[in-house]
């Protein structure tokens, strides 16, 4: 428990700030819908640095890889109209690459949307 309250407390001090060459965390990210389970590994958020998501959709109806849809990565401040980062086409069955910048430090509230089939994951506030 201590860890995992230290390794939240570097990623936001790290994603809510600039930073340079250190290597950042890697956050680790499970939702469910009555849908899709998704499974999401990034870097922590650093202003003006490219981030890389590695989306993993899986149908819950047949247990199977989601093949088809185009996730959508929707980043949401108070200082910043919503960002929206697509990724069109699997990378492998189930696998999506996102790749997302932010503008400006501060906190984002996190969505990823699917539309077939039509989905959300609400994800909270990340830095």
Same mark, same amino acid.
């Given at each position: ?21 250190e290597e950042l965390?890697?956050?680790a990210v499970t939702?469910? #819908? ?8 990034? &870097? @922590?958020?650093?202003?003006? $640095?490219?981030?890389? +998501?590695? %989306? ?19 980043? #949401? ?8 980062? &697509? @990724?069109?086409?699997?990378? $492998?069955?189930?696998? +999506?690459? %996102?790749?997302?910048?932010v503008p400006k ?23």
């Amino acid at each position: 428990m201590k860890q995992g309250a230290i390794i939240g407390l570097m990623a936001a001090t790290l994603a809510c700030s600039h930073v340079h060459d250190e290597e950042l965390p890697s956050i680790a990210v499970t939702n469910w #819908t009555d849908k899709l389970e998704l499974f999401m590994e990034y &870097e @922590a958020l650093v202003v003006d $640095r490219e981030t890389r +998501f590695a %989306v993993h959709l899986t149908e819950l109806a047949n247990s199977a890889p989601l093949s088809r849809g185009a996730p959508v990565l929707e980043l #949401t401040s108070n200082h910043s109209p919503p960002l929206r980062f &697509e @990724a069109p086409m699997p990378s $492998r069955p189930g696998i +999506f690459r %996102v790749v997302a910048t932010v503008p400006k430090p501060g906190r984002y509230r996190m969505r990823l949307e699917v539309f077939d089939p039509v989905d959300r994951h609400e994800l909270g506030d990340r830095c």
